[in-house]
């Protein structure tokens, strides 16, 4: 697994904010800071990583660890290693 990727779930198994705005704010500065690092991107990736962020920021059930463990899976499928196809080029956030 991708370093980047295993350190940004690490961090959420670590994460204990109890409010859902502190988690949110500290998890999308860790998430931006994960696209970031994996740039460029594929369409894959920067569809699966836009999609992340926006649920994180807009869904309203408040629920952390919810939150966390789908954070968490979809995280894990970010597969940077898979090999780019001539219709997948890198793109950019």
């Given at each position: 697994?991708?370093?980047?990727?295993?350190?940004?779930?690490?961090?959420l198994?670590?994460?204990n904010?109890?409010?859902y705005?502190?988690f949110?704010?500290?998890v999308?500065?860790?998430?931006n800071?994960?696209?970031?690092?994996?740039?460029p991107?594929n369409?894959e990736q920067?569809f699966?990583?836009?999609k992340?962020?926006?649920?994180?920021l807009?869904?309203?059930?408040?629920d952390?660890?919810?939150m966390?463990?789908?954070?968490?899976e979809?995280?894990?499928?970010?597969?940077t290693?898979?090999?780019?196809?001539s219709?997948?080029a890198p793109?950019?956030?």
């Amino acid at each position: 697994m991708n370093a980047e990727i295993k350190e940004f779930l690490d961090f959420l198994e670590t994460e204990n904010d109890l409010d859902y705005g502190d988690f949110k704010r500290t998890v999308d500065l860790r998430l931006n800071r994960l696209m970031e690092s994996l740039r460029p991107l594929n369409r894959e990736q920067m569809f699966r990583l836009a999609k992340l962020r926006e649920e994180l920021l807009w869904m309203y059930n408040d629920d952390i660890d919810e939150m966390k463990a789908h954070l968490m899976e979809e995280a894990a499928r970010l597969d940077t290693q898979r090999p780019s196809w001539s219709g997948d080029a890198p793109a950019q956030l």
